[in-house]
């Protein structure tokens, strides 16, 4: 695995943030129970959540960079994308806490310490924008990094909104501005969750990977040289960035050792499309007969 040190600097990033973000959710929820300020108990659960992808994220580096063994025979991309979906069902949890004590503070209206309040959230913002900052050039590789990332920038977003709420608290005095807060702040966090939840499933039930064209590929092998027609195609995630395909391929009735220049040009082509994992079985055609003769497939695996 030759990217093992950009790995290892990632997992660092990662775990210093979680320690980071886990400390700073106590010192935030015990801000906000004393503060009486529901806003800061919902930011620290959304910080929670945040931590979570944290973990996910450097459970995920870690599990990639682990080889493929006997019996998980692709590796373990897959347990960071099923950790990724529970952490975003956690996240609906808390949500749900959140509404129905954003509900009870309507109802009874609490005295709120804005200052507290306000504080508080300078924190936070300084701590999510740094972590953000770290995170931002590998957000592109991996699923988890970028729902961490996702989750930090929700969270600026929503200390920012403390902030200004905790002003206006402060000038006004009106101390319903602050569970509208926190409803708006679990929102986030449902939508947050909402899009984990879609992309985890799309890998777990084998979907087709995000943004690409079933028919976009089918096309571009049927270009190839030698290939007469392609069926029974298939393609699905292994991971956030690993694909597989399997597909049977009709070619004129030739020599297996012709064939294999066939089966180099259709792995270049696939290349182009992050597949690496490939499954081609050739079928010949054959002139005088209408039947179809099947050989063995040829295996072709190759890593990166």
């Not at 906000?32 to 945040?50: K, P, Q, W």
Request: glycine letters at 8%; charged letters at 15%.
């Amino acid at each position: 695995m030759h990217h093992h040190g950009h790995h290892h600097g990632t997992a660092n990033i990662l775990k210093w943030s979680f320690f980071a973000t886990i400390l700073f959710v106590a010192v935030e929820a015990f801000a906000g129970f004393h503060s009486g300020s529901l806003a800061l108990v919902s930011d620290a659960g959304h910080n929670f959540t945040d931590a979570l992808a944290l973990v996910l994220a450097a459970i995920g580096v870690y599990m990639q960079s682990k080889p493929a063994d006997s019996v998980k025979t692709f590796g373990y991309h897959r347990a960071g994308v099923l950790t990724a979906f529970f952490n975003a069902l956690t996240l609906v949890c808390i949500s749900g806490f959140i509404f129905y004590e954003a509900w009870q503070r309507f109802v009874h209206p609490q005295p709120i310490e804005a200052w507290t309040m306000f504080w508080v959230a300078v924190a936070g913002l300084a701590l999510n924008g740094g972590i953000m900052w770290s995170l931002h050039s590998e957000k592109d590789h991996d699923l988890n990094i970028r729902a961490a990332f996702v989750h930090m920038l929700g969270d600026a977003v929503s200390s920012v909104g403390i902030i200004a709420g905790a002003i206006a608290i402060h000038f006004t005095g009106f101390a319903v501005i602050d569970p509208i807060l926190s409803v708006l702040i679990g929102i986030l966090i449902v939508w947050t969750a909402w899009d984990i939840i879609q992309e985890s499933l799309n890998v777990l039930l084998e979907g087709l990977p995000r943004g690409m064209e079933l028919n976009e590929v089918t096309g571009a092998m049927r270009q190839i040289d030698g290939v007469i027609d392609v069926h029974d195609l298939h393609i699905w995630s292994l991971g956030s960035s690993a694909h597989a395909l399997s597909c049977h391929v009709l070619i004129e009735d030739m020599p297996p050792s012709e064939s294999t220049a066939i089966l180099q040009r259709i792995n270049e082509v696939l290349c182009k499309y992050e597949i690496h994992h490939t499954t081609v079985q050739f079928e010949h055609t054959n002139c005088e007969a209408p039947c179809t003769i099947v050989v063995p497939h040829h295996e072709h695996e190759h890593q990166h």
